[in-house]
């Protein structure tokens, strides 16, 4: 049997074809293999860590006190409740501090009960039922005070005590705007990072290319240092103003940064 020779030709061609096809797969695979268990988007990069803080003293003082009136009618408990709040107000406000700085934490009027309880044992006597008498209402304001004047935090602090008022307290010292100072414990933070970074890439050998992550803290505020605050106390208070160190306190910032490295 004769085959045509545009048969075997044609078969040739094939041949020829796949065989280039598969050279050009194997130079792929062998090519390929060098990145087994590499990332060949990943870049080199080192990661440096820098902490600042930045004292500062406090510039304002706080505390609350608030008080409790019962009556029979809600008119009668408010009329004694505004009786003792107006004449606290006014020593406030006469001790130099703004009507701004003087806010209202919370007011509520709350109906006011005596309860009959039954005897703990009252065998054989019938079984008896506890009952409650409305006596009255009870009005309770809470007030929060910020004084500016630092010198004066101890003295309005004791005359609002000796005025009927049933609790003051929480006497506390803070830093009004801890914007700023926070802005100052990150940039040394940055600096600190930096010059760890530069440290680390002599050490290495290696150049600094770029910055390509960031991350900041943003959340460590004024804590005190040292100082002293007042807890809750009653309303019998010396009348002699107590001194009362405000103390220091320390804004801190932590800041992480990836540096790409050649």
């Known amino acids: 049997m004769n085959i045509p020779q545009k048969f075997w030709n044609a078969v040739v061609g094939a041949l020829g074809l796949l065989t280039i096809f598969l050279v050009i797969i194997s130079i792929k695979e062998i090519k390929s293999i060098k990145y087994v268990g590499t990332n060949p988007n990943m870049s080199n990069t080192i990661t440096v860590e820098g902490n600042g803080d930045v004292v500062a003293k406090p510039d304002i003082a706080t505390f609350y006190f608030s008080m409790t009136e019962t009556a029979k009618t809600v008119a009668d408990a408010q009329d004694l409740a505004a009786a003792k709040l107006n004449t606290a107000l006014k020593a406030i406000k006469d001790g130099g501090v703004a009507e701004n700085d003087i806010q209202t934490q919370s007011y509520s009027i ?3 009960y ?3 309880e039954c005897p703990i044992y ?3 006597v019938p079984p008896c039922r506890s ?3 409305l006596t009255g209402y ?4 809470s007030i929060l005070v910020k004084v500016r004047d630092l010198k004066k935090a101890g003295a309005l602090f004791t005359s609002i005590g000796s005025l009927g008022v049933q609790n003051i307290g929480n006497l506390s010292f803070s830093i009004d705007e801890p914007e700023a100072l ?3 414990a990150r940039a040394e933070a940055i600096t600190k990072a930096e010059e760890k970074a530069k440290v680390l890439a002599k050490q290495l050998g290696v150049s600094l290319v770029r910055i390509i992550s960031f991350s900041d803290s943003n959340g460590n505020y004024p804590r005190p240092i040292y100082g002293m605050g007042g807890d809750m106390m009653s309303a019998k208070v010396s009348s002699v103003a107590p001194e009362i160190p405000a103390g220091e306190q320390k804004v801190t910032s932590s ?8």
């Open 138 to 141: 009870e009005v309770s304001q």
């Open 131 to 133: 009952k409650s008498t």
């Open 182 to 184: 926070q802005a100052q």
């Open 114 to 116: 005596e309860y009959d």
């Open 255 to 262: 800041v992480s940064i990836t540096y790409e490295i050649k």
């Open 122 to 124: 009252n065998y054989p």
């Open 110 to 112: 709350n109906p006011h």
